[in-house]
Protein backbone atom coordinates (compact mmCIF):
# COMPACT_ATOMS: atom_id res chain seq x y z
CA UNK A 1 0.00 0.00 0.00
CA UNK A 2 1.14 3.48 -0.85
CA UNK A 3 2.18 6.22 1.62
CA UNK A 4 1.36 9.36 2.15
CA UNK A 5 2.72 11.57 -0.84
CA UNK A 6 3.39 14.74 -1.28
CA UNK A 7 3.99 17.47 -4.29
CA UNK A 8 6.08 19.36 -4.42
CA UNK A 9 9.15 18.02 -2.37
CA UNK A 10 11.01 21.07 -2.46
CA UNK A 11 9.77 24.60 -3.78
CA UNK A 12 11.42 28.56 -3.62
CA UNK A 13 9.07 31.35 -4.00
CA UNK A 14 9.46 35.05 -3.67
CA UNK A 15 7.64 36.75 -0.79
CA UNK A 16 4.04 38.25 -1.59
CA UNK A 17 3.73 34.82 -4.15
CA UNK A 18 1.27 32.36 -3.00
CA UNK A 19 1.76 28.75 -3.16
CA UNK A 20 -0.43 25.31 -3.37
CA UNK A 21 0.88 21.91 -1.95
CA UNK A 22 -0.71 18.68 -2.39
CA UNK A 23 -1.24 15.31 -0.34
CA UNK A 24 -2.47 12.14 -1.18
CA UNK A 25 -3.07 10.35 2.06
CA UNK A 26 -3.03 6.42 1.85
CA UNK A 27 -5.61 4.72 0.33
CA UNK A 28 -8.33 4.38 2.75
CA UNK A 29 -7.26 6.69 4.74
CA UNK A 30 -10.35 9.83 4.79
CA UNK A 31 -8.64 12.13 7.72
CA UNK A 32 -5.94 15.04 6.85
CA UNK A 33 -4.11 16.62 9.13
CA UNK A 34 -1.38 19.62 7.97
CA UNK A 35 1.58 20.67 10.36
CA UNK A 36 4.14 23.66 9.87
CA UNK A 37 7.52 22.45 11.22
CA UNK A 38 10.67 24.81 11.88
CA UNK A 39 13.68 24.91 13.63
CA UNK A 40 12.15 27.94 16.26
CA UNK A 41 8.62 26.46 16.75
CA UNK A 42 8.65 23.01 15.80
CA UNK A 43 5.33 21.09 15.27
CA UNK A 44 2.13 23.32 14.69
CA UNK A 45 -0.87 21.91 13.62
CA UNK A 46 -2.52 23.56 10.82
CA UNK A 47 -6.13 22.20 10.50
CA UNK A 48 -7.59 18.83 9.82
CA UNK A 49 -9.63 17.70 7.07
CA UNK A 50 -12.22 14.79 7.55
CA UNK A 51 -14.46 14.14 4.75
CA UNK A 52 -14.08 17.03 3.27
CA UNK A 53 -15.16 19.26 6.11
CA UNK A 54 -12.53 21.06 8.46
CA UNK A 55 -12.84 19.13 12.06
CA UNK A 56 -10.32 21.22 13.80
CA UNK A 57 -7.68 24.50 13.02
CA UNK A 58 -4.59 25.33 14.29
CA UNK A 59 -3.70 29.38 14.96
CA UNK A 60 -2.61 30.61 11.86
CA UNK A 61 -3.73 33.62 10.05
CA UNK A 62 -6.39 33.50 7.20
CA UNK A 63 -3.37 33.44 4.74
CA UNK A 64 -3.40 29.57 5.20
CA UNK A 65 -6.16 27.46 3.85
CA UNK A 66 -6.81 24.15 2.99
CA UNK A 67 -9.24 21.37 1.10
CA UNK A 68 -9.98 18.41 0.50
CA UNK A 69 -11.82 16.77 -2.06
CA UNK A 70 -14.21 13.69 -2.60
CA UNK A 71 -10.83 11.23 -3.36
CA UNK A 72 -9.59 12.52 0.38
CA UNK A 73 -6.98 14.53 -1.57
CA UNK A 74 -6.24 17.65 0.61
CA UNK A 75 -4.72 20.68 -0.42
CA UNK A 76 -3.29 23.65 1.66
CA UNK A 77 -2.73 27.35 0.24
CA UNK A 78 -0.70 30.34 1.17
CA UNK A 79 -1.13 33.47 0.26
CA UNK A 80 0.56 36.52 0.29
CA UNK A 81 3.95 34.68 1.30
CA UNK A 82 6.40 35.89 4.37
CA UNK A 83 10.13 34.86 5.27
CA UNK A 84 8.63 33.51 8.23
CA UNK A 85 6.58 30.74 6.08
CA UNK A 86 9.88 29.41 4.93
CA UNK A 87 9.17 25.53 6.28
CA UNK A 88 8.52 21.94 6.36
CA UNK A 89 5.02 21.79 5.90
CA UNK A 90 3.70 18.00 6.37
CA UNK A 91 0.54 16.32 5.66
CA UNK A 92 -0.50 13.36 7.76
CA UNK A 93 -3.52 10.78 7.08
CA UNK A 94 -5.63 8.46 9.35
CA UNK A 95 -7.85 5.66 8.55
CA UNK A 96 -10.88 7.75 11.11
CA UNK A 97 -10.79 11.48 12.43
CA UNK A 98 -7.49 12.32 13.66
CA UNK A 99 -8.96 13.63 16.29
CA UNK A 100 -9.86 10.00 17.27
CA UNK A 101 -7.18 8.21 17.56
CA UNK A 102 -4.42 10.28 17.10
CA UNK A 103 -2.03 8.08 15.23
CA UNK A 104 -0.81 9.58 11.94
CA UNK A 105 0.84 8.44 8.87
CA UNK A 106 3.02 11.07 7.83
CA UNK A 107 4.22 12.18 3.96
CA UNK A 108 8.05 13.28 3.83
CA UNK A 109 7.02 16.90 3.65
CA UNK A 110 6.71 19.86 0.82
CA UNK A 111 10.36 22.33 2.28
CA UNK A 112 9.23 25.94 0.66
CA UNK A 113 11.62 28.22 1.04
CA UNK A 114 10.94 31.98 0.86
CA UNK A 115 13.21 34.39 -0.39
CA UNK B 1 -4.88 24.29 26.19
CA UNK B 2 -2.29 21.23 26.33
CA UNK B 3 1.33 21.94 26.56
CA UNK B 4 3.99 19.34 26.06
CA UNK B 5 7.05 19.83 27.22
CA UNK B 6 10.22 18.09 26.35
CA UNK B 7 13.41 19.29 28.37
CA UNK B 8 16.41 17.18 26.29
CA UNK B 9 17.20 19.48 22.95
CA UNK B 10 19.45 16.33 22.08
CA UNK B 11 21.49 13.20 23.77
CA UNK B 12 23.99 10.60 22.46
CA UNK B 13 24.19 7.07 23.51
CA UNK B 14 26.71 4.27 22.42
CA UNK B 15 25.18 1.70 19.98
CA UNK B 16 23.63 -1.27 22.31
CA UNK B 17 23.32 1.06 25.33
CA UNK B 18 19.81 2.11 26.67
CA UNK B 19 18.67 5.68 26.69
CA UNK B 20 15.63 7.78 28.10
CA UNK B 21 13.80 10.50 26.55
CA UNK B 22 11.92 12.76 29.05
CA UNK B 23 8.46 14.29 28.23
CA UNK B 24 6.25 16.40 30.64
CA UNK B 25 2.38 17.51 29.52
CA UNK B 26 0.08 19.30 31.17
CA UNK B 27 -3.85 19.28 30.81
CA UNK B 28 -6.79 19.11 32.88
CA UNK B 29 -8.62 16.20 30.84
CA UNK B 30 -8.35 12.95 32.09
CA UNK B 31 -9.10 10.51 28.95
CA UNK B 32 -6.22 11.53 26.31
CA UNK B 33 -3.02 9.77 24.37
CA UNK B 34 0.38 9.93 24.35
CA UNK B 35 2.40 9.40 21.62
CA UNK B 36 6.43 8.94 20.74
CA UNK B 37 7.09 9.55 17.14
CA UNK B 38 10.26 9.56 15.47
CA UNK B 39 11.83 11.50 12.29
CA UNK B 40 14.66 10.20 11.07
CA UNK B 41 16.72 12.47 9.14
CA UNK B 42 15.41 13.75 5.77
CA UNK B 43 13.06 10.61 6.35
CA UNK B 44 8.92 10.65 7.21
CA UNK B 45 7.64 10.75 10.59
CA UNK B 46 6.79 7.31 11.97
CA UNK B 47 4.97 6.45 15.31
CA UNK B 48 7.35 4.72 17.77
CA UNK B 49 4.32 4.05 20.93
CA UNK B 50 1.45 4.58 22.10
CA UNK B 51 0.00 4.84 25.57
CA UNK B 52 -3.64 4.81 26.23
CA UNK B 53 -4.20 7.11 29.78
CA UNK B 54 -6.57 5.05 31.57
CA UNK B 55 -4.21 1.94 31.21
CA UNK B 56 -1.77 1.58 33.66
CA UNK B 57 0.78 -0.76 32.19
CA UNK B 58 3.04 1.17 30.14
CA UNK B 59 3.49 0.37 26.74
CA UNK B 60 6.09 -1.93 25.20
CA UNK B 61 7.23 -1.86 21.49
CA UNK B 62 10.37 -4.33 21.06
CA UNK B 63 13.23 -2.17 22.07
CA UNK B 64 11.52 0.84 22.80
CA UNK B 65 9.15 1.35 26.01
CA UNK B 66 7.55 4.19 28.21
CA UNK B 67 7.02 5.31 31.63
CA UNK B 68 4.14 6.90 32.07
CA UNK B 69 3.48 8.28 35.34
CA UNK B 70 -0.12 10.18 35.06
CA UNK B 71 -0.14 11.76 38.13
CA UNK B 72 3.40 13.39 37.73
CA UNK B 73 2.10 14.04 33.87
CA UNK B 74 5.01 12.46 32.56
CA UNK B 75 5.44 9.88 29.92
CA UNK B 76 9.48 8.88 29.32
CA UNK B 77 10.99 6.63 26.33
CA UNK B 78 13.17 4.15 26.98
CA UNK B 79 15.16 2.93 24.31
CA UNK B 80 17.27 -0.58 24.95
CA UNK B 81 19.61 -1.50 22.85
CA UNK B 82 20.25 1.24 20.75
CA UNK B 83 21.13 0.75 17.04
CA UNK B 84 22.80 3.27 14.60
CA UNK B 85 19.01 3.58 12.93
CA UNK B 86 17.24 4.73 15.94
CA UNK B 87 19.59 8.05 15.08
CA UNK B 88 16.17 10.62 14.87
CA UNK B 89 14.95 13.62 16.39
CA UNK B 90 11.90 12.22 18.72
CA UNK B 91 8.47 13.84 19.13
CA UNK B 92 6.45 13.54 22.33
CA UNK B 93 2.92 14.10 21.40
CA UNK B 94 -0.68 14.62 23.30
CA UNK B 95 -4.19 14.10 22.40
CA UNK B 96 -7.09 14.40 23.94
CA UNK B 97 -10.33 13.25 22.63
CA UNK B 98 -11.76 15.29 19.56
CA UNK B 99 -8.84 17.69 19.70
CA UNK B 100 -5.65 17.75 17.44
CA UNK B 101 -2.05 16.48 17.83
CA UNK B 102 0.16 18.50 20.14
CA UNK B 103 3.88 17.56 19.43
CA UNK B 104 6.70 18.85 22.34
CA UNK B 105 9.58 20.59 20.72
CA UNK B 106 11.95 17.05 20.12
CA UNK B 107 14.75 15.24 21.33
CA UNK B 108 17.78 14.37 18.83
CA UNK B 109 19.52 11.53 19.43
CA UNK B 110 22.67 10.47 18.25
CA UNK B 111 24.05 6.78 18.38
CA UNK B 112 27.34 6.60 18.11
CA UNK B 113 28.90 3.35 16.52
Known amino acids: KAGVTQTPRYLIKTRGQQVTLSCSPI?????VSWYQQTPGQGLQFLFE???????NKGNFPGRFSGRQFSNSRSEMNVSTLELGDSALYLC??????????????FGEGSRLTVL | AQTVTQSQPEMSVQEAETVTLSCTYD???????LFWYKQPPSRQMILVIR??????QNATENRFSVNFQKAAKSFSLKISDSQLGDTAMYFC??????????FGGGTRVLVKP
Open chain 1, 92 to 105: ASSVGQAANTGELF
Open chain 1, 27 to 31: SGHRS
Open chain 1, 49 to 55: YFSETQR
Open chain 2, 27 to 33: TSENNYY
Open chain 2, 51 to 56: QEAYKQ
Open chain 2, 93 to 102: AFKAAGNKLT
